[in-house]
């Protein structure tokens, strides 16, 4: 019988459980809220101290404004001496308006005292200082007896407070959520299935939570076996559409590699293009300024090629272009680059190679293209060349790539004034130029 009163009186819901709490951490705030209380008078009392100290201090400097302008240091003394008779002013100085002491009396030094300082006027004529101390000793001492009594009560009475809470929580919530926990522990096998159940061991929302968490499970459970299939369903389709994405992106990269050597390129002979051509000039030009080397351009043109058009058509006119192209690459070395810029007109990029190599390798080039008939069905046809040569200098190097080109393009066209199937380099016509100059 008793124990069945025992468990109804402890049979509370959660909600009440907390209310109970809270309460407690109410007495706990109010307590605090006194100590702040308590704090709050210690302020004031200071403040009325600063007060008062002022109100003396001004008081004592109209009373030393003619004793200090009448020098009458005894006078003086005798007054602070009086001063600090008291209990409640600990110290007392005055200093004239020369700075010299007339007076001092009391400890200067106590730390229990707060410094007031006073000009003394007489006439509103500053004459003097008054520095007073006023000791706050046995304010301070009242104030520190009553908080010392104050922490004594709200110590015990929060100690039994937190032991109450304690106690409370270990037994209302700790206790039924530590057996729950407890029983969590290991309860999903390595397919995710739930296999364990929580114990009901109370009637308030921690035993409905319990009973609600078992119904859960075996409705996850459910889920589980459900969204298991659907899973392995969606991987074979996932693995099924990565492997289509790795096909695609392989057909995307060899596409853009296409049209990326399309776009530097030429269709008709395979050789790089112009545009190609004055990226590479860029380029090779900054690492023949870099590293000290000497390159040279060579401009070709193929000399009369537009009667061969008009003979024998573009058809005819393209088999000597591809023809031409491999002519002259066979005669270039492999670390020579050839590109076509125009309808007829190649470009030849010969890098680490100097006026008298470049003249070498042009003039190869002219006599195999000269001695060789180019083949159109059954016809043959010669062909001969114009060569125009630039090498790089430290002038044409510091105006770019433009520059080195303008020269050689300049070289060729004097090759096809001069009668074509000639080799002209850049430098001769500069040399030729400065001779007439000099003769005229």
């Not at 006194?34 to 004031?44: D, I, P, S, T, Y």
């Not at 922490?151 to 919530?173: D, M, N, P, Q």
């Not at 659907?230 to 853009?256: G, H, M, T, Y």
């Not at 860029?282 to 080397?293: A, P």
């Amino acid at each position: 019988m008793h124990r069945r009163k025992f468990s109804n009186l402890f049979r509370f819901g959660v909600r009440q459980k907390v209310l109970l709490i809270l309460m407690s951490v109410l007495l706990i705030g109010l307590t605090i809220s006194g100590w702040m209380a308590l704090k709050q008078e210690e302020r004031n009392t200071l403040k009325d101290i600063n007060q008062r100290g002022s109100d003396i201090s001004r008081f004592v400097a109209k009373s030393l404004a003619y004793s200090v302008v009448g020098y009458d240091y005894h006078t003086v003394q005798l007054l602070l001496d009086e001063i600090t008779f008291a209990e409640d002013i600990g110290y007392a100085k005055v200093v004239n308006f020369k700075g010299n002491t007339m007076a001092e009396s009391g400890d200067g030094k106590n730390p229990n005292i707060v410094i007031f300082n006073q000009d003394i006027r007489l006439e509103d004529e500053i004459v003097g200082n008054l520095t007073l101390g006023l000791s706050t000793e046995n304010i301070l001492q009242r104030l520190e007896s009553q908080k010392f009594a104050l922490i004594k009560r709200e110590a015990f009475v929060i100690f039994l407070i937190a032991l109450g809470e304690f106690l409370a929580l270990s037994f209302i919530i700790i206790r039924p959520v530590s057996i729950m926990s407890e029983s969590l522990n290991d309860s999903v096998d390595e397919s995710g299935r739930i296999i364990g159940k929580v114990p009901v061991i109370s009637e308030d929302e921690f035993g409905k939570l319990a009973q609600q968490f078992n119904m859960l499970s075996a409705q996850l459970n459910d889920a589980n076996l459900r969204l298991q299939s659907k899973i392995d369903l969606a991987d074979k389709q996932l693995i099924k559409n990565n492997r289509q994405l790795v096909q695609q992106s392989e057909e995307l990269q060899r596409i853009n590699e296409e049209f990326r050597k399309m776009s530097v390129t030429d269709s008709l002979t395979g050789l790089h293009n112009r545009r190609h051509f004055e990226e590479l000039m860029k380029t090779e030009l900054e690492m023949s300024l870099r590293h000290g080397d000497v390159s040279s351009v060579l401009v070709i043109d193929i000399d009369h090629f537009k009667k061969i058009n008009d003979r024998y058509g573009h058809p005819g006119g393209d088999a000597v272009l591809k023809q031409i192209a491999g002519k002259l690459k066979a005669n270039l070395r492999k670390t020579d680059i050839l590109c076509r810029v125009g309808g007829e007109e190649f470009v030849a990029l010969c890098k680490r190679a100097d006026r008298t190599a470049a003249l070498a390798i042009g003039e190869k080039m002219r006599r195999d293209i000269e001695s060789t008939a180019m083949r159109f069905g059954d016809e043959k046809i010669n062909v001969t060349i114009s060569v125009g040569i630039a090498t790089t200098n430290e002038l044409n190097v510091s105006q770019g790539a433009e520059e080195l080109y303008r020269q050689a393009d300049a070289a060729v066209y004097h090759s096809k004034d001069q009668g074509r199937n000639r080799i002209t380099h850049y430098d001769d016509l500069l040399q030729a130029k400065n001779t007439q100059a000099t003769a005229g």
